[in-house]
């Protein structure tokens, strides 16, 4: 079992880009939990918040992946021998102390495979295809691997939303430093480089295959309230010049107000007409209890209403006021059908059915049906078109004189 003092458990928040999701199991565990961040507003029940200053002001990915792929040079971590990571999207179900007992310390590092890809090539093609950072950055990377045959592009990546490191592993150092120098010069996007920096320091972690997304002791996305491209975060951020990033920021902030504008009017409509709505509602249940009123008690009963005649008749109003609503909406229902595409591009198929059905009435009456004088009423429908422009030939009006045979 690890010792407390020299074991932590933490995450990084840079950039304010999402909420910070609670650890519920902290509570059942001895091992701390520490969130690093440059938010001076954030607070939280489970994590002990320590605010610190990101390395890039520009960037806060990179500078959160420093924090992240570095823990043995953060100085908030120095006490700690060992580490496990977390990304904030990731919520544990069972306490780190049943994870290190799980997985342990003896490859220095630890971490999960990535489920749902084959090959790091696969990752470059979704990161790219999902717009996660720069294309330019993204290609560059991908064709100086390919240029130098890097061989790992055909390995199955590795999934870092979750790494468990003993800090005092020179070779796990060295490969965590040339893993931050890969996702300084090429993509932030850690996943494409880790495989390569692994190799380069010639470390072989323990790969535990489960799923990402539910495993015994995790479950994960947890994302409330992200915005993955807000402020600096958004891969053109660090292109745009500062006056173009100014008029960015008026448009969003305009367009923002068109939209509580917007929110407010439509509110206040539908305000209007409920009061209205309402005030209808209530003359008709009023109207309807003058044209039915309550018996009058008795003239040997006291003349003031009784405390249950004042509850029968509020009883009374309720109901009508709901029927009135539910007649109401039915209506409405009624009237949406009627006035849709779909009920018009029937009608000529009702009225065949209605033919059909009177040719048959006709028939177990015991005569033989014809065909009635109204093409309307009886002949089934053609197109309009068609009936209008052969309404006059000859054959079309020796057809309406033809009886139905009868089957």
Known sequence: MPNKKNVCVYTVMIGNYEALNEQPVASRSDIPFICLTDDPSLSSETWKIVKLTPAFKMDPIRSQRLLKICPHRVQALDGFDRSLYIDNSVVLREAPEQIIERYGWAQGLGLPGHSFRESVMDEFIEVARNGYDDQNRIFEQLNHYLTYGEPTLSEPPYWTAILLRDHRDEAVRAAMLRWAEHVLRYSRRDQLSLNAALRDAGVAPARWELDNRES????????????????????AASMTPPLAQVRQLKQAVDLARSRIETIASDLAATQRDAEGLTERLAARALARGAANPVPSPPESAPQSPTLPLLQMRAENLKLQLRLADALQQTDASIAAIHASASWRMTSPLRRVKRWIRRAADATAAGGPPRASLNPEASAPPTHPDIRTAHAGTPSAQSAAAVPLRTP
């Open 216 to 235: 015994w002791f995790h479950t994960w996305p947890h994302s409330d309230r992200r915005d993955r491209f807000s402020g600096g975060r958004d891969p």
